[in-house]
């Protein structure tokens, strides 16, 4: 299991991680990324890897 975070105050609101990890993360109303819950999706991990400005922290549980 992970457990994600996205850093609300550095995200740009780019989208790639809902495009890489559509499960896990999605934009809020605020054009921001949000992780919607702790996971066992290994894509979580391609996602911090691409954030182009690393707002993504995942930690393995």
């Not at 994600?4 to 740009?12: A, D, G």
């Not at 054009?31 to 999706?41: I, M, P």
């Not at 991990?45 to 922290?57: D, N, Q, R, T, Y």
């Amino acid at each position: 299991m992970f457990k994600v975070r996205v850093n609300e105050e550095t995200c740009i609101g780019c989208g790639n991680c809902t495009i890489i990890c559509p499960k896990v993360f999605s934009l809020k109303n605020n054009g921001k990324a949000h992780a919607k819950s702790l996971t066992n999706e290994k894509c979580v991990l391609k996602a911090e890897k691409e954030c182009p400005v690393k707002s993504i922290e995942v930690t393995k549980v």
